[in-house]
T-cell receptor, first 115, second 109 residues
Framework: EAGVAQSPRYKIIEKRQSVAFWCNPI?????LYWYQQILGQGPKLLIQ????????DSQLPKDRFSAERLKGVDSTLKIQPAKLEDSAVYLC?????????????FGPGTRLTVL | DAKTTQPPSMDCAEGRAANLPCNHS???????VYWYRQIHSQGPQYIIH???NNETNEMASLIITEDRKSSTLILPHATLRDTAVYYC??????????FGQGTTLQVKP
């Protein structure tokens, strides 16, 4: 079974530029999550999708971050414009809706550096 | 979700058991104890979870105290590949995963 795919793996941009990250979850997983992990900290949930609907985006800085999952499969997270403090690893995770427990499957992440 | 407290770091000799403690004194009745680990440059990986009974799987054992205020993750025979950050999370089966800073386990040869 293929895991969660993310691209790119690394991205370096200047502040005030825009950037987008892509995630393809495990086939059949209806729930998709985006996390931000700043160096030395644990991952922080940004947004949760169930199919193509948003379940929780309370921690998403909506003035600059946006995310979509138009067809309920893959997802894109965008930052526009980026700030220095957005430097982090952005992790995507997925979970099947039928799972009886909270096992999330994480991708390898995209490491963003904002200069 | 209940807050958890873990030691920031621990060492373990290769081949020995690694015992990672976690305090979750405010855990509520419907919250489980989940353990994830994150190997360097990878995403977190689920290890095990439990409600009140001890649990064991192919990766680890989880011992939860009777009052549910603390737990211990046991890796019975640690290898160098078990070097990682281990996160203890108290949450429901459909709740958020709120990661703290975890315990950095260093397995030494």
């Amino acid at each position: 079974e293929a895991g969660v795919a993310q691209s790119p793996r690394y991205k370096i941009i200047e502040k005030r530029q825009s950037v987008a990250f892509w995630c393809n979850p495990i086939s059949g997983h209806a729930t998709l999550y985006w996390y931000q992990q700043i160096l030395g900290q644990g991952p922080k949930l940004l947004i949760q999708f169930q199919n193509n609907g948003v379940v929780d985006d309370s921690q998403l800085p909506k003035d600059r971050f946006s995310a979509e999952r138009l067809k309920g499969v893959d997802s894109t997270l965008k930052i526009q414009p980026a700030k220095l403090e957005d430097s982090a690893v952005y992790l995507c995770a997925s979970r099947p809706v039928w799972a009886g427990y909270n096992e999330q499957f994480f991708g390898p992440g995209t490491r963003l550096t904002v200069l | 979700d209940a807050k958890t407290t873990q030691p920031p770091s621990m060492d373990c000799a290769e081949g020995r058991a690694a015992n990672l403690p976690c305090n979750h004194s405010t855990i509520s009745g419907n919250e489980y104890v989940y353990w994830y680990r994150q190997i360097h440059s990878q995403g977190p990986q689920y290890i095990i979870h439990g409600l009140k009974n001890n649990e064991t799987n192919e990766m680890a054992s989880l011992i939860i105290t009777e009052d549910r205020k603390s737990s211990t993750l046991i890796l019975p025979h640690a290898t160098l590949r078990d070097t990682a950050v281990y996160y203890c999370i108290a949450t429901s089966n459909t709740g958020k995963l709120i990661f703290g800073q975890g315990t950095t386990l260093q397995v030494k040869p």
